[in-house]
């Protein structure tokens, strides 16, 4: 229930900020644009590695929200089960519906 930031490794052709962005829409999707846009601009200065103390000063600002968006954002998911728990499932699902030649062999 801690507010979050991302330090993601560095990928060939920049992919990494697509994912960057990609998560920071799903994690950042109920906060106040002013929260977002400096939770955004902390993310992205320190994936980049340049401007973060800065963003950082900024954000502060925002750190009740930020604190009150993390602790929903835990209890979103908690609420969506055991993440573990459904790869199991899936898997088993999925294994049981494999045509029989590609069942492993006895």
């Not at 400096?38 to 950082?56: K, M, Q, T």
């Not at 835990?74 to 199991?88: E, F, I, P, S, W």
Request: aromatic share 16%; proline share 6%; net charge negative.
């Amino acid at each position: 229930g801690r507010p979050l930031v991302w330090h993601i490794y560095p990928q060939e052709e920049d992919a990494h900020w697509d994912k960057l962005d990609a998560f920071f829409e799903l994690y950042s999707g109920d906060l106040a644009p002013a929260s977002t846009d400096a939770l955004r601009a902390f993310w992205r200065a320190w994936n980049d590695g340049v401007g973060s103390g800065e963003a950082w000063c900024v954000m502060q600002h925002h750190l009740p929200a930020l604190q009150l968006h993390a602790e929903r954002w835990t209890h979103k998911q908690v609420a969506n089960g055991d993440l573990a728990g459904k790869l199991v499932f899936f898997y088993t699902d999925w294994l049981g519906s494999v045509p029989v030649s590609y069942a492993a062999a006895p």
